[in-house]
């Protein structure tokens, strides 16, 4: 054998070598964890085996892509957990936490799999998945106007099991069906109801969490500064939360809903320019959405602008409302639909008209497009000037897309410090940047991810500064992560005050008191204060 070729095999050797020590690894770490959990979980008769899943088990990977909703994450090449725990009781998480700590893992948490950036599923360190979708139990209790909703349930359980229950009868929160209560309330969750009703966690009274000792806390055992935590700090920086209560809001029997669309070129510029001043001080009763998108017609980019309502009333008084406050809009009583609030989830949600109710329970489980998400405030209107020169960067660039979403109403009672969610008064609305793209591949990749940079950059005279602020929802690692090392707070003081502004210290003491060594941790985590030593 020539010395090239031992050299050769020596590597293989080598190369085999490796792969049979990370394979004994992974197996004694499985089942070192699988014991513990046995030992923790309260009802023996369960095989605990059957709510773990290691790399060779072969539902592995269906279990995996089943919440992964940014198909950038979907690859070969994203990091991949060891051990996916998908629990059926609240002793299956309280054992995983304890398990985890033991055999020293990452444990990251999801619900629902809709974080833009995939932190709930993908790490750069070895990790395991904690994976709620079984705790979609959703008790609802008229009489009392009130749920208990499990982490794991999504928007459209809620929405089905309140109409289920109750015509009249809604909850203010998000627009996108497949969404995790988990990740939605415990990051402030918005929807088309927050002018009238604010945010999700302004409607959460109660909730379920499990803390890093394994102990479940409900709001009276947990403490005040803990529960103000979870409504919109990020619940994965502090336990794992098991279940909402919330109360429900009241709905009319008939709302109104339109979607107007014009070309800037036909009138679409003085739409946009007027929608800032009108959106968040019209009548509470009414959420106005703005969409920018460039486009091409006979030939010619162009913008195209979309007003979309939810209205809580019905067509008649909006077409007069709006015909003396926005008359730019030419809002006419054929473009507006009357319907129930439930037939109204399912219009936001972009189904046909008339369709039932029950697709709100479809998962639609791995199922993503390519997408990248960025956030802004803006408290001062943009300037036709300004907007024209927008135009000319969207239509540069080709693909992103704006949406303006209207604050005001009930945004403006609430203070900045009664949750971790700090954007409320003085904001006219949020900005979200959004791209998507079909094209797999780092290069397609770089392309479009670029361009959403490249608009909120041009953005910068427009919006909120010192800080820049942003929405923990609309996840963007772009502002700033956590090598959760010894400079974590430092690291999380630069996308933590974009978050949550002043809110930030107290969540930063909360987390130091509730999660001391910072087992809960992510990309973007709330950190604990520096040590003194």
Sequence with gaps: MTKSNSIFVFFIFLSFLNLSLTWATSNLVYETFLQCLTNHTTNKTDNISNIVYTQT???????????????????????????????LQESHVQATIICSKQVGYQLKIRSGGHDYEGISYISDTQFFILDMFNFRSISVDIDQESAWVGAGATLGEVYYRIWEKSKVHGFPAGACPTVGVGGHFSGAGYGNMLRKYG??????????????????LDR???????????RGGGGASFGVILSYMIKLVTVPQTVTVFRIEKLIEAGGTDMAYKFQTVAPTTDNNLFMRMLLQPVTRNKTKTVRVTVRSLYLGDSNSLVSLLAKEYPELGLKKENCLEMSWID?????????????????????????????????????????????????????????????????????EIASTETPFPHRAGNLFKIQYSVNWDEPGTESDKNFVSQ????????????????????????????????????????????????????????????????????FRTEQSIPT???KI
């Design 57 to 87: 088990n072969p539902s592995y990977t269906s279990v995996l892509r089943a919440y992964i909703r940014n198909a950038r994450f979907n690859v070969s090449s994203a990091p991949k957990p060891l051990i996916i725990i998908t629990p």
């Design 199 to 216: 945010l999700s966690v302004d409607n959460v009274v109660d909730a379920k969490i499990v803390d890093v000792q394994g102990r479940i």
């Design 220 to 230: 009276k055992a947990m403490g005040e500064d803990l529960f103000w935590a979870i």
């Design 344 to 412: 109204s989830v399912l219009w936001w949600g972009n189904f046909d008209n008339g369709t039932n109710p029950d697709v709100l329970l479809d998962r639609d489980l791995d199922s993503s497009s390519f997408g990248k998400r960025k956030s802004d405030y803006v408290q001062k209107p943009i300037p036709i000037s300004s907007l024209n020169l927008l135009w000319a960067k969207m239509i540069e660039l080709g693909k992103p897309g704006l949406v303006f979403n209207a604050y005001g109403g009930r945004m403006n």
């Design 452 to 519: 959403i940079r490249s608009l909120y950059s041009f953005m910068t005279p427009f919006v909120s500064n010192n800080p820049r602020s942003a929405y923990l929802n609309y996840r963007d690692l772009d502002i700033g992560v956590n090598q959760n090392g010894k400079d974590s707070f430092n690291q999380g003081k630069v996308y933590g005050e974009m978050y949550f502004k002043g809110n930030f210290d107290r969540l930063v003491k909360v987390k130091t008191m509730v999660d001391p060594i910072n087992f």
């Design 529 to 531: 204060l520096p040590s």
